[in-house]
């Protein structure tokens, strides 16, 4: 039922409303604990250094929540410490460690 979902930023939208952008993804996002099959899951777009940084603070001003499972927590904290452990990845918020795992904002290039 899932998928990746993607979420496309023009520049201009960037430009001009980073600051909204980032509130109502990391919003859509953490939507019930971010268990929704159609929550995004990468965002494309040219630049965004500056806008993982606006998103990953406004991630880590939402409070941790319960997820459905403790094995989908589990699973999560361990796909975390995966990307973590990525080259060319980075995770500016979000913790791979045991417990109830927050979201994370990964950035990495692709060419």
């Known amino acids: 039922m899932g998928s990746i979902n993607p979420v496309f930023v023009l520049p201009g939208a960037l430009r001009n409303r980073a600051d909204d952008i980032a509130s109502g993804l990391a919003q859509s996002v953490t ?27 406004r991630l880590g001003d939402v409070p941790a929540g319960t997820m459905l499972y403790p094995g989908i927590g589990k699973r999560y904290a361990a796909g975390i ?24 904002v990964t950035t990495a290039s692709v060419f």
């Open 31 to 57: 939507l019930g604990v971010g268990q929704f099959c159609t929550n995004p899951g990468v965002t494309v777009g040219i630049d965004l250094d500056d806008f993982a940084g606006v998103l990953a603070a």
């Open 81 to 104: 410490g995966v990307l973590d452990r990525t080259d060319g990845v980075e995770l500016l918020t979000g913790s791979a460690h045991a417990g109830t795992p927050v979201c994370a």
